[in-house]
């Protein structure tokens, strides 16, 4: 037995070398794969969304997207209730947004917590726009 204690610490030593070349640049992190899951959820979101096809004003709306660290929503997306399952649309949304407020506590990810502003809403040439308000000019 005695001959054998020596084999542990190079046994412990090898386990360590092989899980530092696991982390080697090449492999994906957690927050690479994590990352990459967000987007792809938001892709799904926009292909859900499509068009904003609208016939009227009453067609279109606002969604708050996304989880900002210091609070509120990234953005907002313009859709139309007329071409979504809004119920569809606001579950696939808050499933985003949880996710991100999820992956913003675990990475510490940090946002530059300005106020994303919620636009307008307009049915132009047959679709929905975002009508920001304008920006007063400075007064002299």
Same mark, same amino acid.
């Given at each position: 037995?005695?001959?054998?204690?020596?084999?542990?610490?190079?046994?412990?030593?090898?386990?360590?070398?092989?899980?530092?070349?696991?982390?080697?640049?090449? &492999?994906?992190?957690?927050?690479? /794969?994590?990352? +990459?899951?967000?987007? #792809?959820?938001?892709?799904?979101?926009? !292909?859900?969304? =499509?068009?904003?096809?609208?016939?009227?004003?009453?067609?279109?709306?606002?969604?708050?997207?996304?989880?900002?660290?210091?609070?509120?929503?990234?953005?907002?997306?313009?859709?139309?209730?007329?071409?979504? &399952?809004?119920?569809?649309?606001? /579950?696939?949304? +808050?499933?985003?947004? #949880?996710?991100?407020?999820?992956?913003? !506590?675990?990475? =510490?990810?940090?946002?530059?917590?300005?106020?994303?502003?919620?636009?307008?809403?307009?049915?132009?040439?047959?679709?929905?726009?975002?009508?920001?308000?304008?920006?007063?000019?400075?007064?002299?």
């Amino acid at each position: 037995m005695k001959r054998l204690s020596w084999m542990i610490p190079l046994i412990v030593l090898l386990a360590c070398l092989a899980g530092m070349a696991a982390c080697n640049d090449d &492999d994906p992190t957690d927050e690479d /794969q994590d990352r +990459a899951r967000l987007e #792809k959820m938001e892709a799904d979101i926009d !292909e859900l969304i =499509g068009e904003p096809t609208c016939k009227g004003n009453g067609d279109c709306r606002t969604i708050a997207f996304g989880a900002k660290p210091c609070g509120g929503p990234w953005s907002y997306k313009v859709y139309s209730a007329s071409s979504v &399952d809004t119920l569809a649309l606001e /579950q696939e949304v +808050a499933a985003y947004n #949880k996710f991100n407020q999820t992956l913003n !506590e675990r990475y =510490g990810w940090m946002s530059d917590c300005s106020l994303a502003i919620r636009p307008g809403v307009e049915c132009l040439d047959g679709h929905c726009v975002a009508i920001y308000p304008a920006e007063t000019e400075a007064v002299e």
